[in-house]
Nanobody, 125 residues
Framework: QLQLVESGGGLVQPGGSLRLSCAASGFTLDDYAIGWFRQAPGKERTGFSCITRSGRAAHDAESVKGRFTISRDSAQNTVYLQMSSLNAEDTAVYYC??????????????????WGQGTQVTVSS
């Protein structure tokens, strides 16, 4: 069974940091481009960052650029999202997803085949 499991979410104060993990089981993450998406209460799910098979980050949305960093660890079969300078607008359920793609990556969620269950990130004092 192909699965992605996110972890690392929680409650953090404004200005704080969190690192989310996206671990794969049943398949090799190196064969996929990985995207991070989030869905805030009452809003649609949106993509904001993705990483290619070669490890190049691409398509960082303006809302997170400079604050979030995406990386991948082949040995751990895991992709990470390091988030810093968090603010209330970052409160959402965060999802990772995998897209079988030879090169590049996309923030179009309709292209992604495998999804995690999501992890809640709440930024509040």
């Amino acid at each position: 069974q192909l699965q992605l499991v996110e972890s690392g979410g929680g409650l953090v104060q404004p200005g704080g940091s969190l690192r989310l993990s996206c671990a794969a089981s049943g398949f090799t993450l190196d064969d996929y481009a990985i995207g991070w998406f989030r869905q805030a209460p009452g809003k649609e799910r949106t993509g904001f960052s993705c990483i290619t098979r070669s490890g190049r980050a691409a398509h960082d949305a303006e809302s997170v650029k400079g604050r979030f960093t995406i990386s991948r660890d082949s040995a751990q079969n895991t992709v990470y999202l390091q988030m810093s300078s968090l603010n209330a607008e970052d409160t959402a359920v965060y999802y990772c997803a995998a897209h079988r793609l030879d090169w590049g990556c996309t923030l179009d969620d309709s292209k992604y085949e495998i999804w995690g269950q999501g992890t809640q990130v709440t930024v509040s004092s």
